[in-house]
């Protein structure tokens, strides 16, 4: 659910902000935020939820170890948000349970 | 491929990476750094190159310490990759690389494994919520985005990072509604003896003690003595509250996020994919792969350092990197051994030094059994949603050991491949059979260690 982010903006270094899309809704973020970052910032405190239960996830980690941040990046499905950085008009999306392999997917893969 | 392509590849450009790459790369070796972040650090030095934060106080001047290691970087002929992870290693040093969508293999005359620690998985009930993230995961926010939690902010564990953050957060001007503090108090008792080894390093010490005074004079209430933690939903689903024991006084907090910390264990992913030897370290209570004093491993040409190959420190990991550099630029013979020696002295010595405090730290903060053995109805495998009590269950059953359970109930079997689980399921297994952890054994780790779309692998088999 979107809402009020959980977390807050401290005055950084530098002044340089980028818009992604985040839900489709447009975010400012820090060009140094990783993908996860961005998604807290923005106000959604669950990335994905569970292949198994259903249940919300939340990023736990932020280095890469627990897979919890699971986000779909530019159409591209279980990416790990917090080892992605932010870039300029990036699509983030939450993961919704497990990814659909779709035909355009699969066309990638050789027999 | 016959040839070797360079004579050095380093994994993980931390302070023990960092430190390597600038040692072996001044000495005329030809070093590759590979790291999967986009910029050097690691996680203590964490956006180094680029803090998000305006105000240097907040992280304090030993995190910008990293400064010096990664400026370092630049002024040699090193060819650094950031954003690169190595997906599998193969037994004659071989490296599967992936990076920027493009998978590629290189083979080193030497390799070194710097990948660090993680942070000990912290099971209980309630840790899967949204809103419950660990000590470490906090200070990433505040290292690369300047994002702080809002309140009511909760903090619960043992250990210096769960002191560092906490400060952190405060200097930051972040309202701390509780620090939960779960190191069992007996903890202090045992700690003592260890206390002469700790006193060679007073510089921690005084850290430490700095640490626990800030957070004194900022009047953040610090309840010690806690067990029995929770993690409770709201009505939306997400973290509400977080309940707990002190003594026979049961509490409950309203909390919008919940920090947890019991401290860093090697990260082993890639020296367990080699079936490295490993050994169990008891006052730690983890695993790490056997080392001789340089940071050589059991297969020949394969060394390991910093947090990786047991858990030191920052400047332990910095100092260890630079031995592990130096012997191999003696197997390579770009320097003798008496060179080796004198240029090895102060590294070792802040090596001894850092390591003389870790018995009095690790006995004091040894994990509480309930995060160790954690209550049955708590999951432990969070990717696959499997129980303490299931586990406990197939051990009872006759299942020797993880790899077994894994076939049974699918334990480690999810996206984190046993990063998050690896480790209580040894010990919950080990506990329920009443066998030495050692002989209960770990997960098998199997490439691709990081996962790798099919195209990269299709791609890399040409």
Known sequence: MPGASKFERLACASNDWIQVMVEGQPVKVRPGDSAAAALLAAGQSAARTSAVSGDPRAPYCLMGICFECLLEIDGVPNVQGCMVQVADGMNIRRQQGAPVLNDSLAAGVPA | ?462
Not at chain 2, 196 to 217: D, F, S
Not at chain 2, 365 to 384: G, H, I, M, N
Request: proline share 6%; glycine share 10%; charged share 20%.
């Open chain 2, 1 to 462: 491929m016959s040839a070797h392509d360079v004579d050095l590849a380093i994994i993980g450009a931390g302070p023990a990476g960092m430190a390597a790459a600038a040692t072996a790369a001044q000495l005329g070796l030809k070093t590759v750094l590979l790291d999967e972040q986009k910029g050097p650090g690691g996680q203590i030095y964490r956006s180094i190159t680029q803090p998000a934060p305006a105000d240097e106080n907040i992280l304090g001047k030993d995190y910008y310490h990293g400064r010096s290691l990664a400026l370092a970087l630049k002024n040699t002929s090193l060819d650094y990759r950031p954003g690169t992870s190595v997906w599998a290693l193969d037994q004659d040093l071989t490296l599967s690389l992936s990076g920027n969508g493009q998978s590629q293999r290189i083979r080193p005359r030497r390799l070194l494994i710097a990948t660090g620690a993680q942070e000990r998985p912290v099971p209980f009930p309630g840790w899967t919520l949204p809103g419950v993230m660990t000590c470490g995961a906090a200070q990433i926010l505040l290292k690369s985005s300047a994002l702080v939690p809002t309140q009511p902010l909760i903090l619960a564990g043992s250990g210096p990072l769960l002191l560092l953050i906490a400060a952190q957060l405060h200097r930051a001007g972040v309202a701390i509604e509780a620090i939960l503090d779960t190191t069992p108090p007996r903890h202090y008792l045992a700690a003592l003896k260890y206390l002469p080894g700790a006193l060679r390093n007073l510089p921690l010490l005084a850290k430490g003690a700095g640490l626990l005074a800030e957070l004194r004079r900022a009047g953040i209430r610090r309840i010690t003595g806690v067990s029995e933690l929770r993690a409770l939903a709201g009505p939306d689903g997400t973290l509400g509250q977080v309940r707990f024991r002190q003594g026979k006084k049961a509490q409950t907090l309203s909390a919008t996020t919940l920090l947890v910390h019991q401290g860093v264990v090697p990260n082993v992913q890639l020296s367990r994919s080699l079936n490295l030897s490993h050994d169990w370290d008891q006052l730690q209570q983890c695993w790490r792969p056997h080392t001789d004093s340089w940071g050589e491993s059991s297969l020949p040409g394969l060394f390991v350092a910093g947090d990786g190959a047991g858990i030191a420190g920052a400047l332990a990991a910095e100092a260890f990197g630079k031995l592990a550099a130096l012997q191999i630029a003696r197997q390579l013979n770009v320097i003798s051994a008496q060179q080796r020696d004198q240029q090895s002295q102060r590294a070792r010595r802040t090596l001894n030094q850092q390591r003389a405090i870790r018995p009095f730290l690790d006995a004091l903060y040894s994990p509480a059994r309930e995060f160790l053995l954690p209550a049955d109805e708590t999951l432990v495998c969070r990717c696959e949603e499997v129980t303490a009590g299931e586990l406990r269950r197939l051990a009872r059953d006759g299942c020797p050991g993880p790899n077994q359970a894994k076939a049974f109930c699918r334990a480690g079997m999810g996206p984190c491949q046993g990063r998050m689980c690896g480790l209580t399921v040894s010990q919950l297994m080990a506990d329920e059979r009443q066998v030495p952890n050692s002989e209960i054994g770990y997960y098998q780790i199997r490439s691709p260690i990081k996962p790798l779309r099919l195209g990269e692998l299709a791609d890399s088999a040409h």
